[in-house]
């Protein structure tokens, strides 16, 4: 089959590593660990007792668990070897599956795992980041005036920017670093400076990246939560999988050059606020402050109203990576076929940069649900991070069978994986008592998601196992047949040329039912049949197509082959590939008697979309009826119409049986009886209205 072209579009370069790629990284990558500081050491903190409880000791042990969790989990697993597990500059943990599916079956379980409790991690975090920011600015007077008095302007302030927020997916996550960079430029310059400033007091805070503390504070009796406070510390790392699923939308490289920025910065800010809690922590006039933040309240007088201010504006940031990187996974999800096909659009030039409006919908209703529902951020955060410790998990999981499948040491890659699993179970184990909190709603959440999953993944697999039904049907046999229809004036012109969207296998097999419809379900006569398959390329604006013809003037096969940014018009294009067939003498011309186009030669079209329908003959069990019925119930959300651009078209949504398993040949037969034979058998008198009276 020949390659040819359609009109083609005019071709963007990819992103590259520059200046306005590390800001972009900065806005849409970093948000939710660049917030750590705001809250991590305030955690600890209260954890423990108070100000009071807090000994030298145990502030040296906590920086060092911070700093060796961000060293561990974020530095090494994720920056430096997860960002190297990429599919085709895509990353998380569906790109992640992707690469290493062909070494087992059971991978799919940690890929579906992984990615329905990020998705559901991602609909808690914009609701906690946000709702804590706005609460900071509770009680601040401005030039003598309190702009906000209680907790229920916070709940509406918060609704309104989450929904600000939402709207503005849709221009593009380019856009959103844009405009989000430089704030985040300037938040983690903040961050860097203030720690400096709190560290000029004691330089001696260094000897805390001795990771001797941190063993000796897991073990001391003055850490009153044991391996408990690793709750606490976890809060410092929960971007990471963010940072991972992210790099599709800004790319590896700017990451790799964005992130010790970043993460000197954290730094310095937990060094600098560890300072400050060892020169203030005898101080009775600290220890009775009601709700003290070490992060605050280390800033000078003079520039503590900026900082709330800027980290507000950090903490509106933060939810961005979430929802960019739910973006991600629900496209890898897709064309993993383990999700229901939706709508995707791409507003920039950059494949990783997408817009799913109704993930976006449902992310946006949920974190609606979720402000109104736990009402403040502290009841928020006590139900936050139980799912994205799973997910860890299971990335950890396929990270080992990446590293092997790259041939990497055997013995030293299950030992480095094996350490990465055992840190993080003990996070999921510190965590899990977040479930009675309140997590409870966000696995409740993944729960649904993994049910979706599940039916659309193993739905798919049962209709299409061939050791229910022959599935697929020759072209090639049924030439003839196609051939007599279209000339039998018996049967009256259905369409000038008949479109089927499917997938066209090794060059000439469908789908039976394809055939049923053209040949049995009130046949079909057209002057041309074609078969359309739309393969969707990695290049931004592919514009080709290839076809069959099996030797025939009245059956085209057509492949397109479209950009991910292309628009799947498929009529549009499908005219273009008629006049060149014509043009080359392939088919013939098709001359309109009536028209308003002068000397039109293209017929008109008809669309025929297929809807399977499970068939009372089916004879599976009970419960694989029933994940079929879901799945088709799942389908039916879904308009094929409109994905291909047909909105405007001719289109017919055909309803076909669908038959699996072995059809009884004992079926229940009528049998012929003289109709005296059947007077005494009792039935059902219609009730007559006549009656009553």
Known sequence: MEKRELNSLKNNPRSKMSLAGFLIALGIVYGDIGTSPLYVMHSLMVGNGGLSKMSTNFILGSVSLIFWTLTIVTTIKYVLIALRADNRGEGGIFALYTLVRKRAKWLIIPAMVGGATFLADGMMTPAVTVTAAIEGLKGISFNNNVMIHNQTQVIIITLIILSTLFFIQRFGTQLIGRAFGPIMLVWFAFLGLMGLYNISFDWTIIRALNPYYAFELLRSPINIRGVFILGSIFLATTGAEALYSDMGHVGRSNIYTSWPFVKICLLLSYLGQAVWLLRVKDNPAMQAMDSMNPFYQSMPDNLRVFGIFLSAMAAIIASQALIS????????????????????????????????????????????????????????????????????????????????????????????????????????????????????ITMFIAAVLISVMFIWRYGDRLM???????????????????????????????TTNLVYLTKVHDGYRIKKNILYSILDKRPKRAEVYWFVTVNVTDEPYTAAYSVETFDTDYMVSVQLYLGFRVDQKVNVYLRQVVQDLMASGEIKSQPQKYTTIPDRQVGDFSFVLIKEVLSPDTKISNVKKGIIRLRLLLQKFISPANWFGLSYSDVLEERVPLVLGKVSLNRLRLVRKDSSALRDIPIDQPIDDDDDE
């Not at 184990?429 to 309140?438: A, L, P, Q, R």
């Not at 049907?473 to 229809?485: E, G, R, T, V």
């Open 325 to 440: 990187g739910s973006y991600t996974l629900v496209s890898e999800a897709i064309k993993l076929r383990i999700f229901p096909r939706l709508k995707t659009y791409y507003p920039t030039n950059f494949k990783g940069q997408l817009y799913i409006p109704t993930v976006n919908s449902i992310i946006w209703v949920v974190c609606m649900f979720i402000v109104v529902y736990f009402q403040n951020s502290e009841n928020m955060s006590n139900a936050y991070g139980l799912e994205i410790t799973i997910t860890m998990l299971m990335t950890t999981i396929l990270l080992h069978q990446w590293l092997l499948m790259k041939r990497f040491n055997r013995l030293l890659t299950s030992l480095v994986i094996g350490f990465f699993f055992v840190i993080e179970s003990i996070f999921f184990v510190t965590n899990s008592s977040k479930f009675i909190h309140g997590a409870y």
């Open 464 to 494: 299409d196992d061939n050791t229910f039904r022959s599935h697929f049907a020759s072209l090639l046999a049924f030439k003839h047949q196609l051939n007599d229809l279209r000339k039998d004036p018996s049967y009256p012109l259905y």
